[in-house]
């Protein structure tokens, strides 16, 4: 699964790698090194205009915890943070929106832990890993994203929808499979413009567009045991361990 990520590049930056045509300068969203779920994130999405019906490329905060339009309380949505390729196009939670509402959540790496065997005092430990290009480029990771209505506010005002959104994952491979048995799936940018388009519907043709991050050239170094806590933020997240006594 992926279940923490980071993502700390500027909205302007953002908008020029995506080639975004609409964002609010408004909407806000800070840069995390400890992105966890129900936080609001950036994603790349495309939505046709309200008035003019032309489709636009949009980079929007959505809410990370994807919230079906049938949920009865948005608290589903922590639950659904990552949906299983290997499913996700048939399940009732995903499919409408893996055949019209897809988006690429930008991220700089993700977290995993890896379990390590207990020592001599019996106590096995878990070590967080970050994982990410070798390069530094950004990973466009496959998402979706739904709609869900407050069902006490009224239809026609706008603080009553939730824009949710959930993680592609697969297994794991490469530096990832060391760690952990699953791992987000990216979008190579060459495929940027088919995964968007919300009028592609054909659904092996838009799972074969789903790929390992950085083409599998990723590097894993493990981190500070800090990121464990959600309430922790910085980039001392990524420091390395301190050397375990013993």
């Known amino acids: ?21 609409r964002w609010n300068a408004e909407e806000v969203v800070e840069p995390s090194w400890n992105v966890a779920p129900t936080d609001a994130v950036w994603a790349v999405l495309e939505r046709a205009h309200e008035d003019t019906g032309e489709v636009e490329r949009q980079l929007r905060p959505l809410r990370w915890g994807l919230v079906p339009s049938w949920a009865k309380s948005p608290s589903i949505g922590s ?20 055949a019209k509402r897809r988006c690429l959540l930008p991220a700089d790496g993700f977290y995993e832990w890896q379990t390590i065997p207990a020592n001599e005092k019996g106590k096995a430990r878990k070590q967080p890993w970050f994982i990410a290009p070798e390069d530094a480029s950004v990973m466009a990771m496959a998402g979706l994203y739904e709609y869900w209505r407050d069902p006490e506010g009224a239809a026609e005002d706008p603080a009553a929808w939730w824009m949710t959104c959930t993680i592609i994952t697969t297994e794991a491979k490469d530096a990832a499979g060391r760690i952990h048995p699953r791992m987000p799936l990216a979008v190579a940018r060459t495929d940027w413009a088919s995964w968007l388009d919300p009028t592609h519907h054909d659904t092996e043709e838009l799972r074969a ?3 390992t991050p950085a083409a599998g050239h990723l590097a894993a170094r493990p981190v500070s045991t800090a990121v464990n806590n959600v309430r922790n933020n910085g980039p001392h997240l990524l420091d390395p361990p301190p050397p375990q006594a013993g």
């Open 1 to 21: 699964m992926c279940g923490r990520y980071v993502s700390t590049r500027r909205p302007e930056d953002l908008a020029g790698l995506f080639q975004v045509t």
């Open 79 to 98: 639950k659904m943070i990552n949906a299983r390729l290997e499913t996700a196009h048939e399940k009732p939670a995903y499919r409408r929106a893996f």
């Open 209 to 211: 567009l789903l790929t």
